[in-house]
């Protein structure tokens, strides 16, 4: 008795089309998983891998980089309150006029404010020049490395000669009170 092309042979191939579905359901998809999700595991630590490397380097650049912040927070706090170091300061400005070859025409200090940590001293400078003395002036008081603060700057032609500028310079100087403990 003939039971078509393949005979007998279907009681063997169902069973194994059965077993070869359930491998692929229960073995093979959950296991493709599990090595997919391991190798984004591996790829993540290779990354903190290589990210460590660059520690050393980063811990330099860090240390570097506290050395210029500490320095330039001495350079800010550079001037005390005291009248010595304010009346030195006031000396090196009036000079820096005459340097520019510009002309004082008024220096007025303010009264002293006091803040908590810092006391601002008021100074208005008044100059007649010409246009490149006064802005050498002003290029010149930006580079002290004291806390100078160009609050205002007033440039107005002169009446009587207009080769010559006036500038009214209002600066508020920030000086410490009291040392600062690190």
């Known amino acids: 008795m003939k039971t078509g092309l393949l005979g007998g042979a279907w009681a063997a191939i169902v069973p194994l089309t059965a077993a070869i579905g359930v491998y692929l359901v229960f073995v093979f998809i959950p296991g493709m998983r599990e090595i997919r999700e391991l190798r984004a595991d ?5 990354a903190a891998i290589a990210a460590a490397a660059t520690i050393p380097t ?25 009248p010595a170091a304010l009346s030195g300061l006031f000396g090196e400005l009036s000079k820096l006029v005459k340097q520019s070859g510009a002309q004082t025409t008024m220096f007025r200090p303010e009264a002293k404010v006091s803040l908590a940590e810092l006391e601002r001293t008021p100074l208005t400078i008044g100059c007649r020049g010409t246009f ?14 004291h806390r100078i603060w160009i609050e205002a700057a007033k440039v107005e032609s002169n009446v009587q000669n207009a080769e010559l500028v006036e500038c009214e310079l209002r600066l508020a100087i920030f000086a410490d009170k009291f040392e600062i403990s690190n």
């Open 58 to 82: 980063r811990l330099r650049n860090i240390d570097a980089e506290i050395v210029a912040t500490r320095e330039y927070v001495d350079q800010w706090r550079g001037m005390r309150a005291d």
């Open 132 to 145: 490149s003395q006064v802005q050498s002036l002003l290029a010149t008081v930006e580079k002290l490395p």
């Open 42 to 46: 591996i790829a993540q630590k290779e």
